[in-house]
């Protein structure tokens, strides 16, 4: 089994250097990038069909990276029932992206360049799933960020790309300084930096203190997974490392879809489920990952409802959601989050290439003030966007339904268990509930429903796009609609993750003997509060939107204090900008002009030739060249030395 | 077969006489083509040479292998001693590797004293080669004072603007430096009545002398490492020295001190380095977070990729000195992922800051400017060059799967075992790393086209384009599989800290 992973991943790399350092035509470009990720996308479900029904999982290593203190550091594949839905997804959703870009980046000059691109992130994210240790993970958890930084920078002329993609890698390397911390602090303790090792090791560590402050005493899994959160923080943008994402939103749709939202931007969720069993050992970590996932599923969900951008509507979406997936982990439903992960990354990517389909037929205009009434003129586009939005709200029968409500279901278990942040955190998912539907909605409706706000020329030029953006679109639709009410059961209720990922029992939400069928949880959900939060959400942008358009803006009036703290983004960007970028430019400089310019070479460099300048002027006097003036001081020396040696 | 030839001598010798070829054969400018051509050959089969180092090098043994001794001033028992360990022998394969990309980088660029420029890059390679290989105090002493003289007259000749004020300080610090570790030498002979490297690492001394002789070294190393406060010749230098002297700078050079460290003050002064290791801590983590942000404000690329070096050479000092406090808290094994991956750090960044530097001078050899406010969108004019630029920038900010990430990881790594906050200072180089290079990538490479003299520029030639993919290659195969530098140096080190752990005051 060792060559087909290998296979899956080499795949998609040959194919991103084909593409990318030949200098081949574009044809052979999109032929060899679709023919490597289609190869890894096929082995990825024979791997599938091996791990979940043949119940071979894998673990080996490939090759020692390096020995170091007699530590081996190695590269290796782990491919259990998670890895394998993680590759799957990944290749599927990258392999509909590709075939999208087809279409997407036609009369782009870097049409080879963005398929190398797309080929080698699908290469980095593969080898991050796949890491059997927390080296390779890292090795793949960079790698991504760079294929991002080069995909959210791809425009490079354009100002605000080249920002947007500083921006990302920077906060990402923030979430970074203190992941790396976090594996030092492992490697320290367990003495290894494979997974199986450390978790076989864990049980040894897990009552002992560190202290970091003087006269402090923290647990040690505490601060560890508080570390190694930081760095799923970075990567799946959670509140306040979140403010890379909406920016990326400057790269071509292809990769918001895939990068920003269906894969990469999920990876700290994946990360933080393959470490279950280091977080359920520590409940204050635990509180502190609901707690931040919480904000960020409410207080990003808000922001979309006053964004135009097509695009940024979707990126908080996606934002909010991510904090879905984070409160999941917080209440210790690993598998609900990566439940979610797996419906959101089918329903978003959808939504994001819906928009891209949109933005096409607009000429690439992307504000949605400027649109409506697009769904007679796009049909595909609009069935299979209302297929995502609905999936996205969790409407019944939808695969976010059951991913949500399986979330909202494990907080309300948590808040019994009594732990710290639960109860916000349930009133956060809630009200998110209701957030989302309005947002959603309020797109939606913009865009393909009410007046037709576009001018005659756009207008005149209305249609659908080619095959090869409606396909993927079609083939994203199917698991939006189908993946959840096919995989809840196995995944939540079943064993598809046992030995996978660890729950304590008393921690687990999802039992057995509380599974009453699709069906029944279908109807079970018109009792209980959040289908008709959504459904209200539906209705008011309905209201807002459609039927009383006069009414948002009277609403932004009365309410602009509010409305300006939304249009700023609660002044994250602001902040940042000043404090953190303007305080290392200040202390740069000062460091800089007074440290080294004053202080070293002014003083102590200049300082000392100056010196020495000054001391051979005063030399020189003595030396004049009148001998009874050496002979007086001859004499002097003598008489002085004489002195201290009688003296003593 | 090659335990027979003298292999050290040949690669101190071969490159210090073909120096003399090329002036002989390329007396004025007009047989420069056949000057290029000997240097090249030269530095090629110089390479050649030093590869059976690698290759034939016995890693099981702390010995000094592939040793040559012989009297040279025998009333003083001064020998011509030479060999080499896993310390010393990637230092001396990257030497050779690294004056080969340093002729081809002055091919078509200089124009002016062509075979006395190439003779200069060739000398100082035998002389560097012959310092990392010296066992005996004097003759280790002579090559380190005779080594700066090619690199003043390369300074002096082919610098810029303000190259005689750069010369100077460089002389006059590193110069002041050596003074210093020549005194703690003649020191150590009076109580050995030897000049033998190895035979002061046997010498027992007492605490107050050693802390004067580790003073003493420190001195001198420090200038060439260099440490913060000692650096600010480096800036200078870099700014003045043609592209070529700063990529030997750069790459070889500052890897001096380091590799001082490892030869003379912690074998020699081990009690004294153990006192003292929290004030060399301090220093490297302030070369680390505060030339961070020096570097970050820097307008001249120059200076801005030579503070990224004393940063990032603030590692290699880190992962030495943190070794006590390491095996203070742990078993004394897991010490030897410091002092790795301080070494690993030295020859990465010999590759990195090398590159970055041919890549300023490509960019300077078109506009003469280094300013990064005179480029804007060098990416739409030079689209093959916007490709190493991001690339080596990447590498310098540490990216995994490159050499830069390899010494950073191993020392933030091994350092955590000492401190969290030392790990934690040393770790802000994942963001003050990314942020200097990659604003400065940004600043250059992307947005539209600033001006005309930008849009006049032409992409990068066979030549340069060759040079730039032996060194990504290079950085990217040490990033992927960095095991076999480590394998050559894992039995040194563990000699190096079963030796430090005995105490020298008796």
Known sequence: MQNVYLAIVLAPLIGAIIAGLFGVSRRVAHTVTIAGVGIAFLLSLFAFKEVVFGGHTFNQTVYTWLVSS????????????????????????????????????????????????????????LMLVMSNNFLQLFFGWEAVGLVSYLLIGFWFTKDTAVYANLKAFLVNRVGDFGFLLGIAMVLMYTNSLNYNEVFAHVDKIKDMTVQILPNTEWSLMTVMCILLFIGAMGKSAQVPLHVWLPDSMEGPTPISALIHAATMVTAGIFMVARMSPLFELSETALSFVLVIGAITALFMGFLGIVQNDIKRVVAYSTLSQLGYMTVALGASAYTAGIFHLMTHAFFKALLFLGAGSVIIAMHHEQDIRKMGGLRKYLPITYWTGLIGSLALIGFPGFAGFFSKDAIIEAVHHAHELGRAGSGFAYYAVLSGVFITALYSFRMFFLVFHGKERMDEHTKHHLHEPPAVVTFPLIMLAIPSLLIGAVA?????????????????????????????????????????????????????????????????????????????????????DQFNEWFFAGGARGVGGLLWKVGDVKVIDGVMVNGSAQAVHWVALIMRHVQTGLLYHYAFAMIIGLALLLGVFVIL | MFADLPLLSLLIWLPILGGFWVLAVGRNDNSASVARAVALLVSIVTFVLSLPLFFAFDSSTAAMQFSEKLAWIPNFHIYYSLGVDGFSMPLIVLTSFMTILVILAGWEVIQYKVAQYMAAFLIMEGLMIGVFAALDAILFYVLWEAMLVPMFIIIGIWGGQRRVYATIKFFLYTFLGSVFMLIALLYLYSVSNSFDILAYHKQALPMNVQVWIFFAFLVAFAVKVPMWPVHTWLPDAHVEAPTGGSVILAAIMLKLGAYGFLRFSLPITPDASHALEGFMITLSLIAVVYIGFVALVQQDMKKLIAYSSISHMGFVTLGFFTTYMITAHSNPASAAMAVEGGMVQMVSHGFISGALFLCVGVLYDRMHSRQIGDYGGVANTMPRFAIFAVFFGMANSGLPGTSGFVGEFLVILSSFKANFWIAFLAATTLILGAAYTLWMVKRVIFGKIANDHVKELTDIGARETLILTILAVTVLAFGIYPA???DVMHTTVQHLLEHISHTKVL
């Open chain 1, 488 to 572: 809840i059961e196995p995944m939540l209720f079943g064993d598809f993750f046992k030995n996978v990922i660890f729950i304590e029992h008393a921690h687990n939400a999802f039992h057995a003997e509380h599974w009453h069928g699709i069906v029944g949880m279908i109807t079970d959900s018109f009792a209980h509060p959040p289908v008709w939060l959504a459904l209200s959400g539906v209705a008011v942008a309905y209201y807002l939107y459609l039927i009383n358009p006069a009414l948002p803006e009277s609403i932004k009036q009365r309410f602009s204090a509010v409305h300006s703290i939304l249009v700023n983004k609660y002044g994250f």
């Open chain 2, 484 to 486: 076999p530098l480590l």
């Open chain 1, 70 to 125: 007699g530590i081996r550091f190695e590269i290796g594949f782990m491919v259990d029932s998670l890895t394998v839905m993680m590759m799957v997804v990944v290749t599927f959703v990258s392999w509909m992206v590709h075939i999208y870009t087809i279409g997407y980046m036609h009369d782009d000059p870097g049409y080879q360049r963005f398929f190398s691109y797309i080929s080698l992130f699908t290469f980095a994210m």
